[in-house]
Every structure is written in structure tokens, then in C-alpha cells.
């Protein structure tokens, strides 16, 4: 398939929210997958339902067309057959429940693509055996069912870790042509920047990074200052933790105690110059899915991590970690002061998280690759789709209840 001669086509990304990449580690992946459509020659239009916040991207400002599109409304209909996307990428699964049987029935011929970003079914029974000091965690759930309806209706999905392309093909016993993996995609980093990069002594303190709406994240913050911070402090009396990250509720904000030498310091413009400066990064995460994009920015920026199994999961491969990984207060704590005062200890972790960025996230590595994904199923579709008789099955289904019942809120609305 030669895209040249597609390039009045569009993509058309349909997003959950608005992205904040300066905020959310989910926004800056699509940033990630703008950034690569339009290397490749393709026009894109962004459209979502949801408000802005004061953190979204201005994606004007990129050439990409803003729309902001309804629930329920047939009005979408039309901006699709005006728009006739040559693909169509679903931002989570609920864009495809609330827009995919639209698609399907205006744009038979797009190619639908789903970016789970994480599977959400996983993150949310985690949560649940969290709370309930379960170890053992039941997988089918009804959000499960929701989840892995939406990747068979579509073409194929976007898969952002190893570890849950694995479950989905051994638990779900999903065909891997449905499945793409995709971690994040950065840049490799010079010899020159990783030398221009504060040294050992030139940092201070530890830092927590996260988007406080993000219940793993308001967890994990919580956790350190009842659990690992009364341990870590008294080791170290001298060291403080920085905890930045938007959307600081007043609970969040109460953590704040400059005593304790815990502080709060909220959203900043640059996290990067933040995770910089600082000597370690705590990420005491007890649950969760996906990729953790604050424990790859910490290797970006050079610092060296102690985070959790849940943390860590899909990252290292087969390589050392950025540090250590641990699940219990007191060696998580113990490893933190370990990595805080060794200068040779941290300055190996923080070579293992430059191999771990070369070897597993170097984005020339994928990019090539989704390009050929796309390219040849687009030249078969007709068969791709045949030989996804679930996902057929699923559509025709999904299509007639949410279409009826999505008509029946329009009427209603007027």
C-alpha cells in the first residue's frame, strides 16, 4: 500500500480526554502516537467529548484539527462521512463502546486500531485486591468481558506492555494478529546529554511523580508518608521527599509537613528538570497495569528508582533494574538509603536504566514495524475480518443494543 497517495486522508483520533502530557503519563503516549503519524505522512484530526482542562495540549499547534464531538448524537455520523477517515484510533476502550458501532456503520473501510494505554480490567481487580488484602486476584470480571469485546471489534490494539500481551494470549487465548505490541517510543540519548546530566553530588532529596487523580498514584503517595517515609526518614534525618504531580486535592495537599521534611509541591511546567535534580525517585506503587511512564522518565532524566513488582512489571526485560525493586516498608526502605548514599551503587542503577531505555524503548525500534502492521493488514482487510469471527460476532451484537439504546438517549435528549 503506497500512504503517498493517501495523504488527503485522514486519522482520526478519538480520545477518551483531552491529552495532557505534561500531566498524565496516557498523554504523552498519544503525543507519542501523533508525533508518529505525522512523520508518516498523514493528516490527523482529534476529536473528544470531554472538557479541556488547564493542562491540555494545544494540538493546534502540532496542525492537528481539534473537534469536539457528543454522547449520543447522530451529529458524529456526519463529521465522520465529511472527515472519511482512512483509520480511526480509539483512545481506551470506552471511546470504541461509545463510538466504534458508529464507525463501523458510517466508515466500513477505516481501519480501526484501539490503544488500550493499559488494560483497565487489570488495573481495577488489582485495586480491588488491594483493598481487600487479597493476594489471589479473578480476572474475568465484567470489566474484563467489556475490554476484551472492544480489542475483538477492532482490527487490531495497541498493547503497551509485554506482560499483558502475554496474559491476553495464554489467559484469553486471543489470536496475536489482534495484538500489537507498542511500548513507550523515546529517544535514544547521546553520550553528550547523559554527561551534561547533574552528577551524584550535584542532586538532592527524593521525589514522587504522579498525576494525583490516578488512584495507584493517590495510593502510593499515601502509603509513603504513613508507611515508608516514618522508617526512611529517621535513617536518613537530613534528606526530604518532593512530591510533584497535578491535581492536588486538599487530602493530598494535608500531606504536605515540612517538619516531617515531606512536602508537597505540586504541578510544574518542566517535570524533567524535577526528576533531574533529584537523587532518587520513590514509586512504592501496590497496584496498577500498564507501563509506569515516571519510572521511564526517571531513567530519561538519570535517576535512579526503588519501586515495586507492579512498578517495574513490563519494563527491565531481561536486564537490571534502575535501582531496586522491592514490595515490603522496611527493605523498600532500607534500599532507598542504600541507593541515597552509595555513589557506585547509584551510579550503576542509573547505567541499567540508560541500557533499559536503548535496548527496550528506543522508538526507531517500533516505529517501522506499526507502520508494516498497519500497512499489511489494510491490504487484506476483508480476510483480517473474516478471520476474526469473535469480533464480527461481538460488532453485530454491540451494534444493535448500544445503536438502539444510544438512539433511544437522542430522542430522549431532545
Known amino acids: 500500500m503506497n500512504f503517498e497517495t493517501k495523504i488527503a486522508q485522514h486519522v482520526l483520533i ?4 483531552w491529552p495532557e502530557s505534561k500531566t498524565t503519563a496516557a498523554g504523552l503516549r498519544i503525543l507519542q502516537l501523533i508525533d508518529f503519524f505525522l512523520k508518516n505522512n498523514f493528516k490527523i484530526t482529534f476529536a473528544s467529548s470531554a472538557e479541556k482542562s488547564i493542562y491540555s495540549d494545544d494540538l493546534n499547534a502540532l496542525g492537528i484539527k481539534e473537534s469536539h464531538i457528543k454522547l449520543n448524537d447522530s451529529e458524529f455520523n456526519e463529521f465522520l462521512k465529511n472527515l472519511n477517515p482512512y483509520i480511526v484510533l480509539f483512545d481506551r476502550f470506552y471511546t470504541e463502546e461509545q463510538f466504534g458501532w458508529r464507525v463501523a456503520e458510517v466508515c466500513p473501510n477505516a481501519l480501526r486500531i484501539l490503544d488500550t494505554e493499559d488494560l483497565h480490567f487489570v488495573r481495577k481487580v488489582r485495586q480491588q485486591a488491594q483493598k481487600e488484602g487479597k493476594e489471589k486476584i479473578d480476572l474475568f470480571s465484567n470489566l474484563a ?17 509485554e506482560v499483558e500481551m502475554q496474559l491476553l494470549q495464554e489467559k484469553f487465548k486471543m489470536d496475536v494478529s489482534l495484538l500489537f505490541y507498542l511500548p513507550f517510543l523515546c529517544q535514544k540519548i547521546s553520550h553528550s546529554e547523559k554527561e551534561s546530566l547533574p552528577t551524584f553530588e550535584e542532586r538532592t532529596n ?21 508507611t515508608i517515609w516514618p522508617i526512611l526518614s529517621k535513617t536518613l534525618p537530613k534528606a526530604e521527599l518532593h512530591g510533584f504531580g497535578a491535581y492536588v ?40 497495569a500498564g507501563l509506569k511512564g515516571k519510572l521511564i522518565q526517571a531513567m530519561q532524566s538519570g535517576t535512579p528508582s526503588i519501586t515495586s513488582t507492579v512498578g517495574a512489571e513490563g519494563i527491565p526485560g531481561d536486564y537490571f533494574w534502575s535501582g531496586f525493586i522491592e514490595n515490603n516498608p522496611d527493605a ?4 532507598a538509603k542504600e541507593l541515597f548514599t552509595n555513589k557506585l551503587i547509584w551510579q550503576q542503577a542509573q547505567t541499567n536504566g540508560f541500557t533499559i531505555l536503548e535496548k527496550r524503548f528506543t522508538k526507531e525500534n517500533f516505529a517501522n514495524n506499526l507502520l508494516k ?12 475480518r473474516e478471520d476474526n469471527w469473535i469480533g464480527s460476532l461481538l460488532a453485530h451484537h454491540s451494534m444493535q443494543s448500544t445503536k438502539y439504546f444510544s438512539k433511544w438517549i437522542e430522542e430522549k435528549n431532545k
Not at 468481558?145 to 506492555?161: G, H, P, T, V
Request: charged share 30%.
Open 14 to 17: 478519538i480520545g477518551f480526554v
Open 373 to 384: 502492521k498497519i500497512e499489511t493488514t489494510l491490504l487484506d482487510l476483508k480476510k483480517h
Open 206 to 226: 527524593f521525589i514522587f511523580l504522579g498525576n494525583y487523580k490516578h488512584q495507584p498514584n493517590l495510593d502510593a503517595i499515601l502509603y509513603l508518608k504513613e
Open 249 to 288: 486535592s486538599p487530602q493530598i495537599k494535608q500531606l504536605h509537613n515540612p517538619k516531617e521534611r515531606f512536602f508537597i509541591r505540586g504541578w510544574v511546567e518542566d517535570a524533567f528538570k524535577e526528576v533531574q535534580k533529584a537523587k532518587v525517585m520513590l514509586a512504592p506503587l501496590r497496584y496498577g
Open 145 to 161: 468481558k467489556r475490554e476484551i469485546a472492544s480489542i475483538y471489534r477492532c482490527d487490531f490494539s495497541l498493547i503497551i506492555s
Open 332 to 335: 523498600f526502605s532500607e534500599k
